[in-house]
């Protein structure tokens, strides 16, 4: 997955927000984004079976028109279907998440480049500790854009991280923060807020 799909699916960018903006973007018309965005508010209540009937009394769709409907998001990669070992049947988002990720992508290479530092910084740390970065860690990385971190540092606290054997940004930003002098948190660039608010980052509780 892209690394903006990877935001979307940590929640830190609004998935239903981004599906409103650019449904059209992805190929989906009205009626089917209302259909995704309520699958998606179904999977939040852990409810990972697809259901027409979960659904159907949300629409005005009837409920044969809905099932070809959902039959079509799968047909056209918006819904993947997953069965378990004990042929239980269940849905994900995935391809739609991802969908969104490479627009949101598109996007950003006609604005400012603070996103594709986000890109590639996240890149390099997952490479380096050979692991899908957390929600919490991907917040650490939003935070060193905005604080205008120098790669040169981010990489030196790294590699000092796992030269301790501690491979976790957490700790890489712990040393960050000891080596740094202190600085105001309101002296953000203007700039990097102004993209932050434009991708709809949303820092996790």
Do not use: C
Request: hydrophobic share 40%; proline share 1%.
């Amino acid at each position: 997955m892209n690394n903006y799909g990877k935001l979307i699916e940590s929640h830190m960018i609004s998935f239903k927000e981004v599906l409103v903006m650019n449904y059209k973007a992805i190929g989906l018309n009205e009626t089917e984004a209302m259909v995704i965005i309520l699958l998606y508010e179904q999977k939040k209540h852990k409810n990972n079976a697809l259901s027409v009937s979960n659904i159907s009394k949300y629409v005005t769709l009837k409920e044969n028109e809905l099932s070809k409907l959902i039959v079509s998001l799968v047909e056209r990669d918006y819904i993947e279907l997953i069965f378990e070992d004990n042929n239980e049947e269940k849905f994900s988002l995935a391809p739609t998440i991802e969908k969104l990720g490479s627009v949101l992508e598109s996007i950003d290479k006609n604005e400012t480049g603070v996103q594709e530092d986000i890109s590639k910084l996240i890149s390099y740390l997952e490479t380096a500790y050979q692991k899908q970065l957390s929600a919490s860690e991907l917040v650490i990385v939003q935070k060193w854009v905005s604080e205008n971190k120098s790669m040169k540092d981010i990489m030196n606290a790294v590699n000092e991280t796992l030269r301790l054997g501690k491979h976790n940004v957490k700790y890489a930003d712990a040393i960050l923060t000891s080596k740094a002098p202190r600085e105001k948190s309101n002296n953000i660039d203007p700039e990097i807020q102004k993209v932050l608010k434009q991708i709809n980052v949303k820092h996790s509780a």
